[in-house]
């Protein structure tokens, strides 16, 4: 039994398709092997707000006010960003230089690709 498909939530291997869906019969846990697979393929890569792939060195727009603790107003929607650089380890994964506010880190999912 080589084809035999692993819950990912408990790492069990007893478990059985159920319409278009896989169920675990340990946990009782419900997935798509459609969207484990996709997931699985996006893993390690930061993605924006659109879900293209994002790269160092790459632009992109803000799109959405986004306030900055000690600094009288926000980075302002439509702002562009230049040359980007990523940090997959961290929850702010861009680091980046804005005009008028110097260095920091932004969140992909507030970022679309230029």
Known sequence: MSDTVLCPKCSSEFTYPSDDMMTCSQCFYEWSPEETAAETSNEGKILDSNGNEL???DSVVVIKDLPVKGAPKPVKAGTKVKN??????????????????GSMALKSEFVKKA
């Open 84 to 101: 980007i650089r990523l940090r997959p380890d961290s929850d702010h994964n861009i680091d980046c230089k804005i005009d008028g506010f």
């Open 55 to 57: 790269l160092d060195g």
